[in-house]
């Protein structure tokens, strides 16, 4: 996924507020859902973030092109772990791993197999 830095996404200087790469992160992976025509929110099943382990490497700016890399790890039949970078043109700026719980009606259940499929 490809995002434009806007001025809303920076400090008073023009550099991305550290949370907001988590952000860019959050809306690759509904992204994925997206590209099929789904959401990744269903009513009362949904992922939730459990753990991330994150390492911000070099600041983007106000005005960059940045591209959102996602990619499924590890799976089990609750959770799954994601790795996900931020790159601007072939440079890491970001990366991170997301540890996700997969929940229905506020409780972690089984993954459906139609989910994985989606993740691939």
């Known amino acids: 996924m490809k995002i434009r830095v806007y001025y809303e996404d920076t400090d008073c200087g023009g550099v991305v507020y ?4 988590l952000n860019f992160c959050e809306r690759a992976r509904s992204e994925l859902f997206f590209q099929k025509g789904l959401s990744p929110h269903n009513n009362d099943e949904f992922f939730v973030v459990r753990s991330a382990n994150v390492d911000w490497i070099k600041s983007a700016i106000f005005g960059d092109v940045l591209e959102i890399t996602t990619k499924l790890i590890e799976k089990k039949s609750a959770s799954i772990i994601m790795y996900q970078e931020i790159k ?6 970001f990366k991170a791993t997301f ?3 997969f929940l229905k009606n ?3 259940t089984k993954i459906p197999l139609e989910i994985f499929e989606i993740l691939n």
Not at 88 to 93: I, M
């Open 99 to 101: 540890k996700l719980a």
């Open 88 to 93: 601007r043109d072939a440079e890491v700026l």
């Open 106 to 108: 506020f409780k972690p």
């Open 18 to 21: 550290h949370s907001n790469y």
